[in-house]
Structures are given as structure tokens and as C-alpha cells.
């Protein structure tokens, strides 16, 4: 049985930094594709970054290369979210799903997610 379970989530200023969590279980980190998702309100659900585990290959959403890192701890079957520089666009839910399949298969072929935390970037 798959889950995620994502944290980490609050209030931060604009500039600052956060770092959300993903525990998982029921999955290992060699073989799937893993990463976040956002939705902010009105807008649809965006890919944040995605990590390939068979390889490592890593995809980034628009706007978050350079400001945003994914991090694995495979003792613990957690991943990292570190998110720098947050602006008010980066004010969303962020989700953390999992798939056997790709991180260039599209959000709503992912079968595994967890339940959203919520991040508010105040200006």
C-alpha cells in the first residue's frame, strides 16, 4: 500500500525559504518518478519539480529551476522540497505524488499523492 503524507507547509515572506517534506511508504526510491505539485487557487495543478530515481534525471515547473532543490534521504523514505527566494506566485498547495511510471507523464497520471500542505508567501 502506497502512501505520502506532505508537511512542512506555512506562512513565509517574500525572499524567504522553506523546505517541505514527503514521507512515503510502500514505494522505493530506485525505481520510480517522484516530485511536487502545486495548485494555487483558480489555476490548474502544475508540476514543481520531478525526480526520475531510475537515473536521477530532474525536471523543473516553469520559474522554479534555480530557486527550488529536491532532495532524497532514502533511510528514511523521505523527500525534500527546499524552496528559496518564494515569491506571492508561489503561494499554492503543494503536493508531493509518485508514479511508476515518468515525470513527463502528465499530474493526472499520477496514481500516488499525498494530501497537500499549503503554502502562503506574503508580500
Known amino acids: 500500500d502506497v502512501q505520502l503524507q506532505a508537511s512542512g507547509g506555512g506562512l513565509v515572506q517574500a525572499g524567504g525559504s522553506l523546505r517541505l517534506s514527503c514521507a512515503t511508504s510502500?514505494?522505493?526510491?530506485?525505481?520510480?518518478?517522484i516530485g511536487w505539485f502545486r495548485q494555487a487557487p483558480g489555476k490548474e495543478r502544475e508540476r514543481v519539480l520531478c525526480?526520475?530515481?531510475?537515473?536521477?534525471?530532474?525536471y523543473y515547473g516553469d520559474s522554479m529551476r534555480g530557486r527550488f532543490t529536491i532532495s532524497l534521504d532514502n533511510a528514511k523514505n523521505t523527500m525534500y522540497l527546499q524552496m528559496n527566494n518564494l515569491g506571492s506566485g508561489d503561494t499554492a498547495v503543494y503536493y508531493c505524488?509518485?508514479?511508476?511510471?515518468?515525470?513527463?507523464?502528465?499530474?493526472?497520471?499520477?496514481?500516488?499523492w499525498g494530501q497537500g500542505t499549503q503554502v502562503t508567501v506574503s508580500s
Open positions: 505524488a509518485a508514479d511508476e511510471s515518468s515525470c513527463l507523464s502528465d499530474y493526472q497520471f499520477f496514481n500516488y
Open positions: 525526480i526520475e530515481t531510475t537515473d536521477g534525471s530532474t
Open positions: 510502500g514505494i522505493t526510491f530506485d525505481d520510480y518518478a
